[in-house]
């Protein structure tokens, strides 16, 4: 693939709490500005930092200090995201991953199935999915796939909700935090909390506390935003060329496997210059250089949580 063909396209970045694009917002990638997502069932702060990034928008920085981080050198990507549930859910019930509206087997590349088995034994053996489907998906237990997960403090409604731009996610806890992850018995390292959670039994015994926050970091070395390449050792692939109009997009999205609810969508799409999407991606420029003015004169501030659990019988009592 020449550098030219990767010319012809820019990835823009949005997110929301739904699948519908119309409730979705342009992500400042690597900028010092965090989006608050909220809809019935989560609170969310979401920042997403790309290598090398040249997509939307024309002044979007192209690294970000986070990459400068000893635990993220090599990495490509993140989504870094801190999340208020607003009703229990299982870890067990929990997924994160990519999904498709539309089939995708005409267009995988030569080797993908190869690449994948690679995937699922050197980096995610909970990944499960059929990318032949009509609607393709690859999903693995949350709990069990992110890079770094941290258990945080219960909120109250007048709490301010905390920035993420400037904070690199570390595994650990916080807080009360630190004693709910000890109490439930999961490893205080990466490695260990992955492989624990690999365990259907240990996910059944994981419950995501209404109220809590839950700060989490998902990136790779292995996906370019850059060059729209995947790098498993022994195995490139470049996607140009695999690239079409019904397929240009990479959704990443946080559900429940039970109810089929959606508590977050990142989505990356490819934008061929030149066509008639682009004036929709520069008009939706405008809107977000006027969100960071709003950003600007809050001092950074993204309001209150405004929300806090329903009382129980125990509390009315």
């Known amino acids: ?3 030219t063909d990767t010319r012809k396209y820019r990835l823009k970045v949005t997110a929301g709490p739904s699948y519908d694009p119309s409730t979705h917002q342009l992500v400042p990638v690597n900028e010092d500005q965090t989006l608050r997502i909220e809809n019935e069932l989560a609170i969310t702060r979401l920042c997403v930092r790309v290598q090398d990034y040249t997509g939307y928008t024309d002044n979007s920085s192209k690294t970000n200090p986070y990459f400068d981080h000893p635990l993220h050198l090599s990495d490509q990507y993140s989504i870094s995201f801190a999340i208020v549930f607003k009703r229990p859910v299982n870890a067990n019930s ?3 991953g990519n999904d ?6 005409d267009c ?3 080797g993908f199935n190869a690449a994948l088995r690679l995937v699922k034994w050197m980096i995610d053996p909970t990944l499960e999915g059929d990318v032949y489907a009509d609607k393709p998906y ?3 237990p949350a709990v069990a796939s992110w890079n770094q997960f941290c258990i945080g403090e219960k909120i109250t409604k007048d709490d301010e909700v905390p920035d993420m731009h400037d904070r690199v996610v570390e595994e650990g806890g916080e807080g009360s935090g630190v004693e709910v992850r000890e109490q439930l018995g999961v490893p205080g390292g990466v490695n260990e909390r992955r492989k624990y959670f690999q365990s259907e039994e240990a996910r059944d015994g994981f419950v995501f506390e209404e109220g809590r ?3 989490v970091d998902f990136g790779n070395p292995y996906l370019g935003f850059n060059d729209f390449s995947l790098r498993l050792p022994g195995i490139t692939m470049n996607v140009i060329q ?3 109009e019904d397929n240009h997009s990479l959704r990443y999205v946080l559900r429940n496997r039970d109810t089929g609810e959606v508590y977050l969508v990142v989505l990356f799409t490819l934008v061929l210059q030149g066509t008639y999407e682009e004036p929709l991606h520069k008009e939706a420029e405008r809107m977000k250089k006027e969100s960071k003015a709003q950003h600007e004169k809050n001092e950074g501030k993204m309001g209150r949580f ?5 009382p129980s019988a125990d509390d009315i009592e």
């Open 1 to 3: 693939m020449s550098e």
């Open 94 to 96: 929990l997924l994160f």
């Open 100 to 105: 498709f509206d539309r089939p995708i087997r």
């Open 108 to 110: 995988l590349p030569p």
């Open 138 to 140: 690859l999903y693995s």
């Open 213 to 215: 926050v839950y700060w």
């Open 242 to 244: 695999y690239i079409n």
């Open 306 to 310: 405004e929300w806090e659990p329903e």
